[in-house]
């Protein structure tokens, strides 16, 4: 195992770095303030400027699209090259999306590059491509424990020369965000096949097709995260070709895997960098608090978490590169065990950091003024998103003892 940065992957480590420096950190209060004046106005879910100013100098700058390996549409970076990129796109929240870095569309566009057909790739890939709309994943369903996936209960039935499709689905990320144009639907195509795992198919739904409702936007402990945020979508006979769906029928698991793998792991590289920025933070504020007549820094209890804090972050990130150069040497499939251990341990780890970083601040750590709040919901929606801790960590026992089983 080698986790040593090739000279491309450090020049794109400082170009990135600086970037966050001179545009992204300073435009976050602004991009709240954006939404807070769009909100005031009676409508917070439409595209702030300041985002756009960002994508167009990050594109102008060529960095864009780093995320998409083996590919001739990006930087062509590896699982592994990418991870420290990613990582310091991570320690913003409005990071990922100015480089065209972020989640759902990352994995999305993957899923187009991999199991699209020549016609979907040259309708959507490039306006997704190009930053010039988002997309939505409907998978998650209010109805059924989505946590296992084989209960998706949604509908997808052939009719001549098109698929109708009935179901409501939630946690449809982006999908009130007026620049979501496609969403990738997950349901049922043949619900009697014997394989639990071959009854579902992926199809390409785009959002202005009837039938499709945004019915609300479903907030996360209060955060809408307006404008992309995760809504609630009612699909109620929506017509859409046959040449719409993806890969064939009785495909949908084949893809989820392919897709959900890179996806988990980008979301845990992400939480390193968020973890990172958080621990900044607690060692700024226990430098320059004084309390009980000392610095908070120089108190044991603060000290001992702080210690903590670096170990975990610290341990967390090598777990991600692992994985990550388990994916580029082995393929996705022999590192499914890799990248369940890391969706498990990043977002526990940047949950823990997060609270403990809420308590050195005390009564402003509970606030919105530090981003502490936000961050902390979003790393523990992560406990659950693309498979909650229980599920992941059954998979990895079933990996473990399977070894013992074959001796």
Known sequence: ????????????????????????????????????????????????????????????DGLWNLWLPESNHGAGLTNLEYAPLCEIMGRSHIGPEAFNCSAPDTGNMEVLVRYGNEAQK??????????????????????????????????????????????????TSGAGDPRCKILIFMGKTDPQNASRHRQQSMILVPMETPGVRVVRNVPVFGYDDAPHGHSEVDFVDVRVPVSNLLLGEGRGFEIAQGRLGPGRIHHCMRLIGAA??????????????????????????WRERIADARLKIDQARFLVLHAAWKMDVAGNKAAQKEIAMIKVVAPTIACEVLDQAIQLFGGAGVSDDFGLGWAYANSRTLRIADGPDEVHRNHIAKLELSRYLKT
């Open 276 to 301: 990172e920025r958080t621990l900044e933070k607690m060692c700024k504020r226990a430098l320059s608090r004084i309390a009980f007549g000392r610095p908070l820094a120089e108190q044991g209890v």
């Open 122 to 171: 040259a309708e959507w890939l490039p306006p997704l491509l190009d930053g010039r709309i988002r997309s939505g994943f409907a998978m998650t369903e209010p109805a059924v424990a989505s946590s296992d996936a084989t209960n998706i209960a949604a509908s997808i039935v052939r009719d001549g020369d098109h698929y109708v499709i009935n179901g409501r689905k939630w946690w």
């Open 1 to 60: 195992m080698d986790f040593a940065y090739s000279d491309t992957v450090k020049d794109l480590q400082r170009r990135v770095s600086a970037f966050m420096e001179e545009h992204v950190y300073p435009a976050e209060e602004r991009f709240h303030a954006e939404i807070a004046e769009n909100r005031r106005n009676g409508n917070a879910w439409q595209p702030t400027q300041v985002m756009e100013e960002l994508k167009a100098k990050a594109k102008a």
